[in-house]
C-alpha cells in the first residue's frame, strides 16, 4: 500500500505557502516605493535644474527698479526689487524677523500667491508686475509629444546678510513636488475633436488650433492642495498649497541631530506636515534636512539628519541673528527634492 500525505500534512504546506504569500506580498510594495523613490531622485536633478535655470534667467526677475515718471519720484521697484527695496521684507536688521524666509502674501490684493490657481505674481507695481506663471512651474513642460506633467516646483525667498557695499541677494529655497495623484481629466463629448490634458486641467488653458472647448465648469484643478484646515487632499481640489514656515530653535550644540518646535500647539496642522516621515525642511541658514521624526523624551523636537552643520552656534551663544537657526520652511506634501540657489539681480547695490 502507498503511503499518502495525510490532512494534517496538506494543511501544513497550505499555511506554509499562504505565509509565504503574505511575506512575498508585503516585499512587493517596498520594492515598488524604492523604485519611485529612485525614479523621482532622477527626474528630480532635472526638474530642479530646470527650475533653478528658469529663476536664474528670467530677465523679468533679474532687476531691481525703474526710474520714477517724474526727476523727484523715487524708483519703481521691479523683480527681486520689489523684496530687496521694501524694507519690511526679510529686514536687514538684528530683530527676531531679520533675514527669515518670508512666505508668498496671500492676504494682499492682488496676492503674490494665487490660491485659486498657483500663479506668483510681485505685485509692487501693477503696470508691470512680474509673473511667475503656474505652466512655467510645471515639468516636464508643454510639448508637441503630449507629454504629460508629473511634479511642479515652488519657492519660498529670504534677504542675504552681506557685507557693506556688497550687492543684495536674496535665498531661495526651491522645493519639487510630485503633482495631486487624484486628479481627474474629464471625457471630451462626441464630435469633440480635442481631448483635453492633465495640463489644461492644471493651467485652465487649450492650446488653439483645431475645434476645441473649453474646460467644464468646476474641472480646474490646482496641482497641489490643501483643505480648509491646511491638510493635502491629494486631488486637485482645494487651496494652492505653498510653502509654510514654522519657528524653530537649535538649543543644544552636543545634539545636533535635534531641532525644537516653538510655539506649535500639539493640534497646530505644521506640526503634523512637519513630522511626516520623510518630510524636508529647510533653515533659515539655508541648509536642508530630512525629518527621521520627534524625539522620544520630547515629542515637539524633531530629529533630523544630516545633523546641523558644525560652526552654527545653538541658541546659549548670543550669536547674531543672521547666524541662529530660528526657522524652517517646508510644504505641506513631501517634496521630492529641495534646492537652495542664490540670485543676486543686476545693478544690485
Do not use: C
Not at 520714477?68 to 530687496?84: M, R
Not at 502674501?105 to 498657483?118: C, K, V, W, Y
Not at 509692487?124 to 511642479?152: H, M, W
Not at 533653515?283 to 527621521?292: A, F, R, S, W
Request: charged share 20%; net charge neutral.
Amino acid at each position: 500500500m502507498k503511503r499518502a500525505f495525510t490532512l494534517i500534512e496538506v494543511l501544513i504546506g497550505i499555511l506554509i505557502l499562504a505565509i509565504a504569500l503574505l511575506g512575498l506580498g508585503a516585499v512587493i510594495p517596498v520594492v515598488v516605493r524604492a523604485q519611485r523613490n529612485a525614479s523621482d531622485a532622477t527626474a528630480g536633478i532635472g526638474a530642479l535644474a530646470t527650475a533653478e535655470s528658469y529663476l536664474r534667467g528670467n530677465a523679468e526677475l533679474d532687476r531691481l527698479s525703474r526710474p520714477g515718471p517724474g526727476p523727484a519720484s523715487p524708483p519703481i521697484p521691479l523683480g527681486l526689487g520689489v523684496w530687496l527695496l521694501d524694507a519690511t521684507w526679510s529686514p536687514a536688521t538684528n530683530n527676531s524677523d531679520a533675514y527669515l524666509w518670508e512666505p508668498l502674501r496671500t492676504s494682499i490684493s492682488p496676492p503674490e500667491l494665487d490660491e485659486a490657481t498657483g500663479l506668483v505674481w510681485l505685485q509692487k507695481n501693477p503696470q508691470s508686475p512680474t509673473k511667475i506663471g503656474l505652466a512655467e512651474r510645471l515639468y516636464p513642460a508643454r510639448d508637441a509629444a503630449g507629454t504629460q506633467p508629473q511634479f511642479v516646483w515652488d519657492f519660498i525667498a529670504r534677504r542675504v546678510a552681506t557685507p557693506a557695499g556688497q550687492p543684495m541677494q536674496v535665498q531661495v529655497a526651491v522645493f519639487l513636488r510630485r503633482l495631486d495623484s487624484g486628479i481627474r481629466v474629464p471625457e471630451k463629448p462626441s464630435g469633440q475633436q480635442y481631448q483635453w490634458t492633465l495640463y489644461d486641467v492644471i493651467t485652465g488653458t487649450v492650446p488653439q488650433g483645431p475645434p476645441t472647448a473649453s474646460l467644464p465648469a468646476g474641472a480646474r484643478r490646482v496641482p497641489v492642495a490643501v483643505d480648509g484646515q491646511g491638510y493635502p487632499t491629494g486631488n486637485g481640489a482645494g487651496d494652492y498649497a505653498g510653502v509654510r514656515v514654522m519657528d524653530v530653535l537649535f538649543r543644544d550644540g552636543s545634539r545636533r541631530g535635534r531641532l525644537e518646535m516653538q510655539g506649535i500647539p500639539v493640534n497646530d496642522v505644521r506640526r503634523t506636515l512637519a513630522t511626516q516621515p520623510g518630510q524636508r525642511i529647510v533653515d533659515n541658514l539655508g541648509n536642508v534636512y530630512t525629518v527621521l521624526g520627534v524625539a522620544d523624551d520630547d515629542p515637539s523636537v524633531l530629529l533630523v539628519d544630516p545633523p546641523v552643520p558644525m560652526g552654527v552656534p545653538d541658541s546659549a551663544s548670543n550669536a547674531p541673528v543672521a547666524r541662529e537657526i530660528r526657522q524652517v520652511a517646508f510644504t505641506p506634501q513631501v517634496p521630492v527634492a529641495v534646492r537652495v540657489i542664490d540670485l543676486t539681480p543686476q545693478n544690485s547695490k
